[in-house]
């Protein structure tokens, strides 16, 4: 159960992220580019 309720923890924090920065998201969706996506995922997420 401690696994199931890490992973509902994981998706509601994700979620929290898409939603705040939705916008930023959608551009660098938008630009293509794998290493920018990255470092934003790795500053918004540590």
Not at 7 to 29: A, G, H, T
Request: net charge negative.
């Amino acid at each position: 159960m401690e696994a199931i309720g890490e992973s509902i923890m994981w998706v509601c924090q994700f979620e929290n992220i898409v939603e705040e920065n939705y916008i930023e998201l959608k551009e660098l969706i938008e630009m293509n580019d794998a290493i920018a996506t990255s470092r934003f995922m790795r500053q918004v997420l540590f």
